[in-house]
């Protein structure tokens, strides 16, 4: 804290908005970061003079910091299943500005070029680049990682380029000029070539850059396939030059591969038999012309901007893919723009080891596949068969073995069924990786993050993008229920077929951004009857069927059934709206969201989804917890945060995390937070009433082995909280249980480190005595009291109940010594040590009876009744043991216990609750009531610091074995 107070005023101030911004569940633990946070940075702008702290006096930096801190905390804590955090982000006291800037590039990165994830940005540099449509170069920034070079110009949407370092053949510095400073050459194995100029450390960047080729290319060697060069040399998919003609780069001279003959030549790409295209009768004519002229629009653009997936990406294609992509190119230019076409050519053979491998398993994702499997466009005769059915299983089953994270998730078959009818079965594979691991990153798992995040998102814009619907439908939750599935399925399960591969089209082409638009679009369209509606089933209705009349008058093929065409024909009929006048719309009004600010309101609504799941599992556990326990909701709820919390300290601040994968979302609610034995004794420490100094931490270990019922070395809430409930509210009977359940198996075991002989335990030593006597001199018949009351419990006992195994005399020790322990500082201490003295007297004297019962041939005593009954006069001996003693040790102490039995010593719980209820003194310590709430307000203060101080005391034999 000295470090604070040496701070600005502006440091302390992040602090305390960083504690009032986030009220996160694990606020304490985001704090924890922010101070690590702020102290790395204390100590940083300390080192550098106080003109560093001028980052301080820019609130806007200061709460995209903090979004920052607390999407990387969020996400670490509660979305474990598909979360890899950055190796720079591992250790929290290491993590400074430089890193969280860098991991927020890096991101941006991998969104803006929809990379996989596993790309990690080395360097982004200003540069321009030779763009020969528009003969000049054209400024922007060069972006390099470990496969890709890529490029984006400073004008949105001017032009943007993907170079995957497997398709670079070379790459070449050129002479540095007046006119082309410092410039470098890209060349590509299709007979392109990319000229950048005027980059800044030319020698070290290219140095980098052909280390990694050298790496990619030995990691995954060029594999040429006949088929795909077959495609690739066709005139639609040939690799053209970077101009028509020539063009001279400085002394380099550029000459497309191609004459102009054969590029003015021109054949229709060859149908693939895997693609299951619509045979159903002719389009007519008008059809058929206006597909051509698409395709003779896409021909002359690829002349001009290339053909593969290092095309160049403008403005132009994309109005190009606005009109609709044609039939025949297609499921090509899905591979192109998705990049799936790298994974496709880098995995030769990949997915049909993936198809053997998998082929025959059946476990539970295989059982929800062939559930789904006639689901999936059963309108579409494609599907209607074996062959098309077959293909979908292969697929889905092929991804669910490469991903088990994700398995298979429901709409996953429409999309994948969609696929297949424009690629080829292995193609259809790598677009749904693409999909799935690149364009809809957390989208397709248990919780669907990703979908309930891009909806808040969309919620968002809805706002600002359409106030005056908004302000109508005050809850705009019931429009994001609607609205889930356009994005978890692209509008492919509410739009006719011919139409929603139109959205498709835009969405491989331009991301997320395009179901965004269009959703906006949609709802503009039908403002009037949203704002007319008068609840939510009417609202679901005026937008159900305005997507069931959106039609392509493009499609060549005649309109597919829509299954979700259920509109009465007494309904005034619906006017028909064309897909590309829809998404013409959509790109015009509004299409200026770019991928950063996406990208931001993703990050601030993450945070709001996470915790939304989290608040939704709490109280779902609540709700299955409380009608079983007799604490009060709010202390529930304090007690859920406090056992959580102790999961989460040990999983995330522990090097190695231990057991990282107990918070499984996929489990149900009361299981998904489970702690181990060393966490639940910390816990037990700082809730527990039963206080019993250094014997606390081997009461708690026998809890947790008692509570643990299927021998995982996991507990989950739900025990946790019945265990504190009978200690806390439980009724005396059910608290002597409880105990006595601690002191036999499977609590105690052999091995128990507290368990010792019983000659040399203290408790049976005369240093304390042993007093019967009253006060007032007066004596009391216990054996006969003792009798009446065993009887007493023996009518009223559960017969339906489990009868508890008998206690030994080694656990019976033990059992006392708990006892003992729990009235240490008590205010009736010593009235409770009297009282107890005198039960351990008498049950030990129960014992011994038994005993002499057993070692005579008399069996088995069942029941108390039965047991006095077999019970002899008190002898000579056992009189000495009743006997009033004043002096500090007894000579028969030692012959309670004698050190060879000569049967079972064993006493049970009848006879140890009997006892006990004899004595007043023991009955009000556990009768009286115990307050919870002060025990929860001191946990919340002290969790933390007591984790601290085992941290400290592990590390400390370290330091001692590393000093010399």
């Excluded at 400085?250 to 102009?260: H, R, W, Y």
């Excluded at 021909?299 to 132009?316: A, I, L, P, Q, S």
């Excluded at 001996?877 to 009033?884: G, K, P």
């Excluded at 009955?923 to 007591?946: G, M, R, T």
């Amino acid at each position: 804290m000295w470090l604070i107070s040496r701070c600005p005023v502006q440091t302390i101030l992040l602090y305390y908005i960083f504690k009032l911004v986030i009220p996160w569940v694990d606020v304490q633990r985001l704090e924890r970061t922010s101070n690590v946070f702020l102290t790395d940075t204390i100590r940083i702008t300390t080192q550098n003079k106080e003109r560093d702290f001028s980052m301080f006096l820019n609130l806007d930096e200061v709460f995209k910091i903090m979004e920052q801190l607390a999407d990387v905390t969020l996400r670490r804590l509660l979305d474990n299943e598909g979360f890899d955090l950055d190796p720079g982000l591992q250790e929290p006291s290491q993590i400074t500005k430089r890193d969280l800037e860098a991991r927020a590039q890096n991101e941006f990165f991998r969104a803006f070029f929809r990379l996989p994830r596993r790309e990690k940005l080395h360097a982004v540099l200003d540069c321009s680049l030779w763009t020969p449509f528009s003969r000049c170069h054209t400024a922007g920034q060069m972006f390099t990682s470990d496969s890709y070079i890529c490029f984006a110009s400073k004008e949105a949407g001017c032009c943007k380029v993907i170079l995957p370092l497997r398709e670079v053949v070379s790459i070449e510095k050129m002479e540095d000029t007046s006119l082309l400073p410092n410039p470098i050459i890209v060349s590509i194995r299709s007979k392109m070539a990319f000229q950048f100029i005027e980059l800044r450390d030319r020698d070290s960047l290219v140095e980098g850059l052909l280390a990694r080729l050298k790496l990619v290319h030995a990691d995954h060697p060029v594999h040429y396939d006949t088929t795909l060069d077959e495609e690739l040399t066709s005139p639609v998919f040939h690799s053209t030059s970077l101009c028509s003609g020539s063009h001279r780069f400085g002394g380099l001279e550029m000459v497309s591969s191609q004459n102009s003959e054969e590029r003015e030549k021109e054949t229709s790409p060859r149908m693939h038999p895997e693609a299951f295209r619509q045979s159903g009768s002719q389009s007519p004519d008008s059809g058929l012309s206006r597909e051509q002229i698409k395709v003779s629009l896409w021909k002359d653009h690829f002349v001009e901007y290339g053909r593969t997936v290092c095309m160049f990406r403008t403005e132009k294609i994309r109005k190009l893919v606005a009109m609709g992509i044609p039939e025949s190119l297609r499921g090509r230019l899905w591979l192109l723009f998705s990049d799936a076409v790298t994974d496709l050519a880098a995995h030769p053979g990949y997915y049909g080891n993936l198809v053997e491998e998998s082929m025959g398993k059946c476990c539970l994702v295989t059982e929800e596949i062939e559930r789904d499997l006639h689901r999936s466009l059963p309108e579409h005769p494609a599907f209607q068969n074996e062959t098309g059915i077959a293909a979908l299983r292969r697929v889905l089953t092929a991804y669910a073995h490469r991903n088990p994270k994700i398995g298979y998730c429901q709409s996953m078959n429409i999309l994948t069924s969609v696929l297949l009818l424009y690629a080829k079965e292995e193609e259809a594979f790598w677009l749904l990786v693409a999909v799935c691991e690149r364009m809809l990153p957390d989208y397709f798992n248990h919780r669907v993050i990703g979908a309930q995040v891009d909806q808040s998102v969309f919620e968002e814009l809805i706002k600002e993008q359409l106030p005056e619907l908004a302000e109508h439908m005050h809850d705009l939750s019931a429009l994001a229920s609607i609205s889930l599935s356009w994005f978890l399925t692209l509008f492919l399960s509410i739009m006719p077929l011919e139409s929603a591969v139109n959205v498709v089209d835009c969405f491989f082409y331009d991301g997320i951004k395009a179901i965004f638009q269009l959703g906006l679009a949609v709802l503009e369209a039908t403002a009037e009857g949203l704002c007319s509606s008068k609840d939510d089933s009417q609202a679901f209705m005026v937008l159900s069927r305005f997507l069931d009349h959106v039609k392509n008058e493009d499609s060549p093929g005649p309109p597919i059934g829509s299954h979700h065409a259920f509109f009465s024909d007494d309904q005034e009929p619906c006017p028909v709206t064309d897909i590309a006048d829809l998404i013409r719309d959509s790109y015009e009004k509004f299409g200026d969201q770019s991928v950063a600010q996406i990208e931001h309101m993703r990050c601030r609504h993450r945070i709001r989804v996470l915790q939304g799941h989290e608040d939704t599992t709490k109280q779902n556990v609540l709700r299955v917890v409380i009608p079983e326990v007799s604490v009060l909701p709010e202390d529930l709820e304090e007690l859920y945060d406090l056992f959580k919390r102790e999961h989460m300290m040990s999983c995330y601040w522990e090097q190695p995390r231990p057991m990282a994968p107990r918070h499984d979302p996929s489990r149900p609610y009361a299981e998904q937070y489970r702690i181990d034995a060393q966490q639940f004794a910390r816990l037990f420490q700082l809730v527990s009433p039963w206080t019993c100094g250094a014997h606390t931490e081997i009461l708690a270990e026998r809890t947790f082995r008692l509570l643990d019922e299927n021998m995982d070395h996991l507990i989950e809430f739900k025990a946790f909280v019945s265990c504190l409930d009978i200690m806390y509210n439980g009724e005396m009977n059910e608290k002597i249980k409880l105990l006595y359940r601690l002191h036999i198996p499977p609590a105690l075991t052999e091995n128990d480190r507290d368990s010792q002989s019983p000659l040399k335990n203290p408790l049976l030593s005369t240093s304390r005595p042993l007093v019967f006597g009253k006060s007032n001199g007066d004596t009391i018949d216990y054996q006969k009291q003792l009798k009446q009351m065993i009887k007493d419990l023996a009518k009223e006992k559960d017969k339906t109940e489990k009868e508890l195994p008998k206690m030994s005399q080694r656990e019976f020790i033990q059992f006392c010594k708990t006892l003992y322990s729990m009235f240490h500082e008590d205010p009736e201490e010593n009235d409770l040590y009297q009282a107890i003295a005198t039960v351990t007297t008498l049950l030990l004297q129960i014992g011994e009876v038994g005993q002499r019962g057993s070692s005579s041939g008399s069996g088995s005593q069942e029941g108390g009744e039965e047991l006095q009954a077999s019970a002899p006069s008190p002898s000579s001996e056992q009189d000495l043991v009743f006997a009033e003693t004043d002096t500090g040790q007894s000579p028969q102490a030692s012959q309670a216990f004698p050190e060879e039995a000569q049967g079972d010593w064993t006493v049970s719980l009848e006879h140890i609750l009997a006892s006990l209820l004899t004595e007043q003194s023991l009955v009000n310590f556990f009768e009286k009531p115990l307050d919870i709430k002060s025990k929860l307000e001191n946990a919340k203060l002290n969790q933390y610091s007591l984790k601290t101080c085992e941290m400290s005391r592990q590390s400390q034999p370290e330091l001692k074995l590393s000093s010399p």
